[in-house]
Structure formats: structure tokens, C-alpha cells
């Protein structure tokens, strides 16, 4: 979903919707989702680790409303193109049917739980989410579609069962074996919140994230990403083996996470191979990371947490090697500019994002700083964007 240089106003979307699909008797329902960013905890997931996730003010907005019949009907304000189905159809994935497999494959989640929906319904979205920009507008689609029918068809589905909604989607109808972590954020996020997740248990904390006069700048490499599947594929493994070398030694631990620094310092030795002690030793102060930037925001220490977003950037990029030239450009250059606290590489890396927390006062200096740099390393520009936090899924009209 793309985004313009003027943002689309929601209040325009009524508008437009009648002047898609004509008038009828049923009122047009109007819902926004979030995109979202994850402040801090990267590649340790699948470790057994936290995540720290935040919902920001870049949002996806859904109009809907019944018809009488059993016909659905998707459109977009920026994009043209009608896509037509049946309430009663089986829902397949086809390529072309470009975002409509999105929206398709959470009914057949629905559908799969044996709710049913007792007409058809018209779509009309519009987005202000950078495409592509790494902060998840696929997930913000699936999420503010889910909520916007659930909802308009009072059918009982909780926020979290939205996101399984999401997750399972992806998998099984998609064909995408993704974690959890974004949906999860987009239909439980709240403004002035971080959220503190465990990907495994779906134990989640909400911590407060005051920025005062502070902003997140997204940065986006806009590299086009060749090797990160099988990148991601190998550390896994070399997290396996790591863990299994502890577990053969009589480390009674099921994941990396699960062990303390100081504990970890005490049996890291058994992990001969320095690759694989390497891979471990991020996963592992990584974790104690998110429990610190979550302790820092607690007491509102923004110094803090920028100096934790440092670390595990130099982290992800020392030890668990999965920035590259783009990356490590945009935030090595983000954290030395005046008013920015802190900045990291986020998501799976060899391209993709970076953020920092600057000073709203500084944000228009920074970008035009850290683009120049980036150009003149890279030979082509960055893509940036300044957020604050926000709400999850809603009804907004």
C-alpha cells in the first residue's frame, strides 16, 4: 500500500466510498492499523527471547459496510482495480489478485473457525504506510481488515485471536512461515506504549514510552534484499548447535534466552567454536537488553534506552553479523548527529530498516545529514520518516 506525499485524510473516506459504491441502507464503518516498529530485540525470537514492539502513527484505514447479498467487493483509493468474490466461496490464493489474497486469506481463517457472515460486504481502504518501508504494512492489512469485519459482524474474536488470525493467514494461505510478533503489536497496541512480548508463551507487558520531545526516525536502506532467507536459515542453526553444545555439557536450559548474562559468562566455554559462541553471546545480551530498555522507559530514561539501541546494534553487527554496508551506515552515522540518543538496524537485516530517537528539534538537520552520508557511502539515497507511537486496531468513524 503506498503512500503520496499528502496524507490521506480518513474523514475523505466516506466520501469516497459512496462515490465507489452508491448509497444503501447500512452505515459505513471506518477503522484504522497501525504499522509498527520493534525498539529493540532482534533474531532472538526464535531463541527464546522478548521482543519490544511499539504501534506507531502511520496508519491503514478499512471502510466497510454490508450488502444485501453475499457479493464482496475490495477496492483501493490509490490503487485501481475492482476484485469481486462470494461470502461463499473457498477462498485460494492467486497471484493475481495482488492484496486481495490478504484479506482473502483471513476470511478463510474465519471461515476455517467455523464463523459465518450473514451477507457480503464493500471494502474501501486507503493507506498512509510506506510500502515496503519494514515496518509491516502486509500485517497492518491483514490486522485492520480482520478487525474491521469482526467487528462490523459482531463476531466473538478477541485482539490476540486477531493476530493468531493474522499469523495463520500467512502460513496457510500465504505460504509464509512468519513469527507473530507483528500482527501481536498491531491489534494490541496502545499509544504511549511499548509492549514486552514473549513470541513463544504470548505473555505480553505494556511499558510506558513517553517521548516527550523525542521522535523515532524510520530509515529505510531501500536495498532490494537477495540473501536474507538463507542468512536467517543458517544462524538459526548455528543458535541450535550453540545450544545444544550447552545442553550436552549439562546446561539445564531449553533456549539461549532462558540464561542470564553472568550465567552465560560462567558456561560459555563449552561453546569452543568462536562462530557459534559469537551467535550465542548476542542472543543472550540481546535478551537482557529488552529487560533493560523496558526498566529504562519505566523511568523515563530516553539516554538509556538510546544507548541500549547502540548496543545491539553493534551487536547485531559484531557478533551476529547481519547488517552490511547499508545498515551500518545509516546508524553509525544516525548516532553521531546532534540530538539523536541512539540508533539501530531493525527486522531481519542485510538491508531492510534502521531507526533512531532524535530530538524533534534536530529531525529535519538529522535527515538531511545522515542522507548525505548515506548517498556518498552507498551511491544512492535513503528513504526516511519521522513517528511517534500509536494506537492499535479501531474503529475511527
Same mark, same amino acid.
Given at each position: 500500500?503506498?503512500?503520496?506525499?499528502?496524507?490521506?485524510?480518513?474523514?475523505?473516506?466516506?466520501?469516497?466510498?459512496?462515490?465507489?459504491?452508491?448509497? !444503501?441502507? !447500512?452505515?459505513?464503518?471506518?477503522?484504522?492499523?497501525?504499522?509498527?516498529?520493534?525498539?529493540? #530485540?532482534?533474531?532472538?525470537?526464535?531463541?527464546?527471547?522478548?521482543?519490544?514492539?511499539?504501534?506507531?502513527?502511520?496508519?491503514? %484505514?478499512?471502510?466497510?459496510?454490508?450488502?444485501?447479498?453475499?457479493?464482496?467487493?475490495?477496492?483501493?483509493?490509490?490503487?485501481?482495480?475492482?476484485?469481486?468474490?462470494?461470502?461463499?466461496?473457498?477462498?485460494?490464493?492467486?497471484?493475481? !489478485?495482488?492484496?486481495?489474497?490478504?484479506?482473502?486469506?483471513?476470511?478463510?481463517?474465519?471461515?476455517?473457525?467455523? %464463523?459465518? @457472515?450473514?451477507?457480503?460486504?464493500?471494502?474501501?481502504? =486507503?493507506?498512509?504506510?510506506?510500502?515496503?518501508?519494514?515496518?509491516?504494512?502486509? &500485517?497492518?492489512?491483514?490486522?485492520?481488515?480482520?478487525?474491521?469485519?469482526?467487528?462490523?459482524?459482531?463476531?466473538?474474536? *478477541?485482539?490476540?485471536?486477531?493476530?493468531?488470525? #493474522?499469523?495463520? &493467514?500467512?502460513? !496457510?494461505?500465504? $505460504? =509464509?512461515?512468519?513469527?507473530?510478533?507483528?500482527?501481536?503489536?498491531?491489534?494490541?497496541?496502545?499509544?504511549?506504549?511499548?509492549?514486552?512480548?514473549?513470541?513463544?508463551?504470548?505473555?505480553?507487558?505494556?511499558?510506558?514510552?513517553? @517521548?516527550? *520531545? %523525542?521522535?523515532? /526516525?524510520?530509515?529505510?536502506?531501500?536495498?532490494?534484499? +537477495?540473501?536474507? *532467507?538463507?542468512?536467517?536459515?543458517?544462524?538459526?542453526?548455528?543458535?541450535?548447535?550453540?545450544?545444544?553444545?550447552?545442553?550436552?555439557?549439562?546446561?539445564?536450559?531449553?533456549?539461549?534466552?532462558?540464561?542470564?548474562?553472568?550465567?552465560?559468562?560462567?558456561?560459555?566455554?563449552?561453546?569452543?567454536?568462536?562462530? @557459534?559462541?559469537?551467535?550465542?553471546?548476542?542472543?543472550?545480551?540481546?535478551?537482557?537488553? /529488552?529487560? *533493560?530498555?523496558?526498566?529504562?522507559?519505566?523511568?523515563?530514561?530516553?539516554?538509556?534506552? $538510546?544507548?541500549?539501541?547502540?548496543?545491539?546494534?553493534?551487536?547485531? +553487527?559484531?557478533?551476529?553479523?547481519?547488517? #552490511?554496508?547499508?545498515?551500518?551506515?545509516?546508524?553509525?552515522?544516525?548516532?553521531?548527529?546532534?540530538?539523536?540518543? $541512539?540508533?539501530?538496524?531493525?527486522?531481519? $537485516?542485510?538491508?531492510?530498516?534502521?531507526?533512531?530517537? /532524535?530530538?524533534?528539534?534536530?529531525?529535519?538537520?538529522?535527515?538531511?545529514?545522515?542522507?548525505?552520508? %548515506?548517498?556518498? +557511502?552507498?551511491?544512492?539515497?535513503?528513504?526516511?520518516?519521522?513517528?511517534?507511537?500509536?494506537?492499535? =486496531?479501531?474503529?475511527?468513524?
Amino acid at each position: 500500500m503506498g503512500l503520496t506525499s499528502k496524507e490521506y485524510d480518513p474523514k475523505d473516506l466516506p466520501a469516497e466510498f459512496l462515490k465507489t459504491y452508491g448509497k !444503501n441502507d !447500512n452505515e459505513i464503518r471506518v477503522y484504522a492499523s497501525p504499522a509498527r516498529i520493534n525498539i529493540i #530485540g532482534e533474531h532472538i525470537d526464535y531463541n527464546g527471547g522478548k521482543v519490544f514492539p511499539a504501534a506507531i502513527d502511520r496508519y491503514l %484505514y478499512v471502510a466497510i459496510r454490508k450488502r444485501a447479498d453475499s457479493k464482496i467487493i475490495y477496492n483501493d483509493v490509490r490503487f485501481p482495480g475492482t476484485y469481486e468474490f462470494d461470502i461463499n466461496d473457498n477462498f485460494a490464493f492467486d497471484k493475481k !489478485n495482488d492484496y486481495a489474497n490478504y484479506l482473502n486469506g483471513i476470511l478463510s481463517q474465519i471461515k476455517a473457525q467455523g %464463523y459465518k @457472515l450473514d451477507s457480503g460486504f464493500e471494502i474501501l481502504m =486507503v493507506s498512509n504506510v510506506p510500502a515496503g518501508g519494514g515496518i509491516s504494512s502486509s &500485517s497492518a492489512l491483514e490486522c485492520g481488515f480482520a478487525y474491521a469485519v469482526i467487528d462490523t459482524f459482531g463476531l466473538k474474536i *478477541d485482539r490476540v485471536e486477531i493476530a493468531k488470525l #493474522g499469523q495463520m &493467514s500467512e502460513h !496457510n494461505f500465504m $505460504g =509464509v512461515n512468519c513469527g507473530i510478533m507483528d500482527q501481536f503489536i498491531i491489534a494490541t497496541g496502545k499509544k504511549n506504549t511499548a509492549e514486552m512480548l514473549d513470541c513463544a508463551t504470548l505473555e505480553y507487558e505494556y511499558a510506558p514510552l513517553e @517521548l516527550g *520531545d %523525542y521522535r523515532f /526516525v524510520v530509515m529505510n536502506t531501500n536495498k532490494v534484499r +537477495k540473501l536474507s *532467507d538463507s542468512k536467517y536459515n543458517e544462524r538459526r542453526s548455528q543458535c541450535e548447535s550453540a545450544l545444544k553444545i550447552l545442553q550436552d555439557n549439562g546446561v539445564a536450559v531449553k533456549a539461549l534466552c532462558e540464561l542470564s548474562p553472568a550465567k552465560w559468562e560462567e558456561v560459555k566455554h563449552f561453546v569452543s567454536d568462536e562462530i @557459534l559462541q559469537k551467535r550465542a553471546n548476542h542472543c543472550v545480551y540481546e535478551n537482557q537488553r /529488552v529487560l *533493560d530498555a523496558v526498566a529504562a522507559l519505566k523511568v523515563g530514561d530516553l539516554k538509556k534506552l $538510546g544507548s541500549l539501541l547502540n548496543a545491539s546494534h553493534a551487536s547485531l +553487527k559484531t557478533d551476529y553479523e547481519v547488517t #552490511g554496508l547499508e545498515l551500518d551506515t545509516l546508524a553509525e552515522t544516525s548516532q553521531k548527529q546532534p540530538g539523536c540518543l $541512539g540508533a539501530r538496524m531493525t527486522g531481519a $537485516g542485510f538491508g531492510g530498516c534502521a531507526i533512531a530517537l /532524535v530530538h524533534k528539534d534536530n529531525v529535519d538537520s538529522f535527515i538531511e545529514n545522515v542522507q548525505k552520508e %548515506y548517498t556518498a +557511502k552507498v551511491g544512492y539515497a535513503a528513504g526516511f520518516f519521522e513517528c511517534s507511537s500509536g494506537d492499535g =486496531v479501531a474503529r475511527v468513524l
